[in-house]
């Protein structure tokens, strides 16, 4: 569900001009999606996948280092020694363990929950950790003295352990997972920068934001349900100005003389009224 953030509240309100509890004029605050889900690190594919990012591109560049390096040193029979050596399996077997050490990390830090803003700057992504302790800390790479700045929220200590901020004007390409209700945010085209994780109540209100901000952007690579034609765009039509119509100077002139052949001119006085005279004489 679409909202809109008061300020004098500190929360989200239904969208309209004014605040329903404080009476505060929203003015033009845009509609935002706010939301929160819980999530479990070690069963969540995206905690895998920004891990996976740096570990086997990481494990690829020193097995070709050290390739290069042979080859470059002692030729193609050096290379050859090395290769049936077996470094590639010790490069695969220290790759596996790690993925376990990784296991067992993401099992230390338990759940979490994640608050999901959606508004007319970005995407904002906060985490939070339900009674904290000093092993999930120290899994999250996290001082355990934290702990100790945990809140009271409904009867449990949760504490802030980080997030993600994205800005509109930064991603490059969007990605829609949505068996998963998941959409992936990338900036530059080949990194992805953050995973929102919507619930069905609030997946097609996060495309509709979504649309309004990315979807007439020719730089930003998106779906075709993301993307806004040109054609379909409604364009409001110019009015074009009125021509003023001027009489010629020749028109004019001929218009004055007609009107003063006509006897349109200035009418004359009426002539003074006479009143009679009486010139009778008194008779003897």
């Known amino acids: 569900m679409l909202t809109a953030y008061c300020k004098k509240c500190a929360k989200d309100v239904p969208v309209g001009e004014i605040c329903p509890y404080c009476g505060a004029n929203l003015g033009k605050n845009p ?5 929160c889900t819980e999530r479990v690190p070690v069963k969540d594919w995206m905690c895998w996948n920004d891990a996976a990012r740096v570990i086997f591109p990481a494990g690829a560049a ?9 080859l470059l040193s002692g030729g193609s029979g050096a290379l050859g020694r090395t290769l049936n050596s077996g470094l590639p399996l010790t490069i695969a077997v220290i790759i596996a363990s790690v993925l376990l050490l990784l296991l067992a990390v993401l099992l230390l830090q338990g759940h979490d929950l994640a ?12 985490y939070y950790l ?13 001082k ?14 949760v504490l802030s352990v980080g997030g993600q901020e994205l800005a509109w004007k930064n991603v490059a390409r969007v990605q829609l997972w949505p068996e998963k209700c998941l959409i992936l945010f990338y ?29 007439k952007k020719k730089a930003v690579v998106l779906p075709a349900q993301l993307r806004v034609s040109a ?22 002139i001929e218009q004055i003389t007609m009107e003063e052949m006509m006897g349109s001119g200035p009418e004359e006085p009426a002539p003074d009224e006479v009143f009679p005279v009486n010139n009778e004489t008194d008779g003897e």
């Open 115 to 126: 608050d999901h803003v959606v508004d007319k700057s970005g995407i904002h992504i906060r």
């Open 187 to 215: 900036a530059p085209k080949w990194w992805m920068r953050a995973a929102v994780r919507c619930t069905p109540e609030t997946w097609f209100d996060v495309l509709t934001l979504v649309q309004e901000k990315l979807g």
């Open 144 to 157: 355990p003295s934290l702990a100790k700045q945990a809140v009271l929220s409904g009867g449990t200590p």
């Open 231 to 252: 054609q379909n765009t409604p364009r409001t039509p110019r009015k074009k100005p009125e021509p003023v119509l001027v009489p010629e100077i020749e028109e004019a």
């Open 31 to 35: 509609a935002r999606a706010a939301w």
């Open 130 to 142: 339900p009674d904290p302790t000093p092993v999930k800390l120290l899994a999250r790479m996290k």
């Open 62 to 70: 020193l097995l070709l280092l050290v390739l290069l390096t042979e």
